[in-house]
């Protein structure tokens, strides 16, 4: 038998990391993230993705990776089922306009990717420098027209982009055609996959030579039409200290605003959370006493995840968190 006491806790991770030509510095000098190097694009926070696993930074399961705490201690996640750890959280920081690309579906990546999941995707936007822009979408009717339009380059044409600021939040759904462009820090959470299908790259010569497209995959997994960005964006203006800001068949993404002192229970089986800007402490309540000894500082960049039957959080301080979870 497990004991019960390690059911209630938070898991602390350390992040892997993900170099790319359109990273830089800012994942280091924003987030205070220990990675070198000035190409710096992804933080992959909590991730149980092969090869790029978060590891729990300290505590009774310390030096594990996600992947082996899922196989091992199911228990901790209030054992729900599935061979993987269903859900991927990253920071992504864009001095460069990243590559257009698309994603499958479940279906799609099951048949032509080895079984593989597909990839749905949202976004909060953290920091944008003014002028930036996403890439969410297109403007081809019909098949033909999407077909003609990627065959003949007619990528002005094609895509649409976006405006955003800081508290815009985007579902990008598998089959849209999406790009982060420069200037732009968000937190993506997503489905534990990487398909990715690259649409268009603006042509750029990267390591000497022009980065493969995936054409004709595109073509077949992109949604025609595409729904209206409008559907697809929210700005993010509630002074509510806890917002839900998308519910889809994959997961349940929340935005907490810790203003002073505030308690949070999900009553979920477990809950990503990342705290995304400030700093302060957060606690696992007993029996509505507080502990001292459970008190735990939590500051920008941090990334845990609430075991199963953690109950209600006491969080002091100010700072924000995107949290995350399945639905229900
Ligand atoms: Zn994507």
Not at 28 to 42: A, V
Not at 145 to 155: F, G, N, P, V
Not at 302 to 324: E, P, Y
Request: aromatic share 8%; with cysteine.
């Amino acid at each position: 038998m497990k004991k019960d006491v390690n059911l209630r806790q938070l898991i602390f991770f350390k992040p892997a990391f993900a170099h790319k030509p359109w990273g830089g510095t800012g994942l280091r000098e924003e987030f205070g993230y220990d990675e070198p190097g000035d190409d710096i694009g992804e933080c992959w926070g909590i991730s149980a993705y092969p090869g790029k696993e978060s590891t729990v930074a300290d505590g009774d399961y310390a030096g594990l990776n996600l992947g082996e705490l899922w196989r091992d201690h199911r228990e901790l996640f209030g054992d729900v089922q599935g061979e993987e750890f269903p859900l991927l959280t990253k920071i992504i920081s864009a001095s460069d306009d990243l590559s257009v690309q698309v994603h499958p579906d479940d279906a799609y990546a099951s048949e032509h990717e080895n079984g593989a999941r597909g990839k749905t995707e949202c976004w909060y936007i953290l920091d944008a420098e003014p002028g930036s822009r996403l890439a969410i979408g297109h403007n081809a009717a019909t098949r033909e027209e999407l077909t003609e339009m990627i065959e003949d380059d007619r990528w002005d044409e094609l895509i649409r982009y976006t405006c955003v600021e800081p508290g815009d939040f985007v579902q990008i759904p598998s089959g849209t055609v999406h790009a982060i462009g420069g200037g732009v820090t968000l937190l993506e959470t997503q489905q534990n996959s990487d398909i990715t299908y690259r649409l268009y790259d603006y042509d750029r010569i990267t390591d000497g030579s022009l980065r493969p497209l995936h054409k004709k995959q595109s073509e077949a997994v992109i949604t025609v039409p595409a729904p209206e960005i409008s559907g697809m964006l929210l700005h993010d203006t509630s002074v509510d200290d806890v917002v839900r800001l998308m519910t889809c068949e994959y997961y349940e993404v929340y935005r907490i605003t810790c203003r002073d002192g505030l308690g949070v229970d999900f009553e979920r089986p477990f809950v990503i959370m990342s705290v995304v800007e400030g700093e302060g402490t957060i606690s696992v309540c007993e029996d509505d006493k507080q502990d001292d000894a459970d008190i735990r500082p939590v500051r920008k960049g941090d990334h845990f995840i609430v075991s199963a039957g953690t109950g209600m959080l006491r969080m002091s301080g100010s700072f924000r968190i995107i949290a995350s979870c399945l639905p229900q």
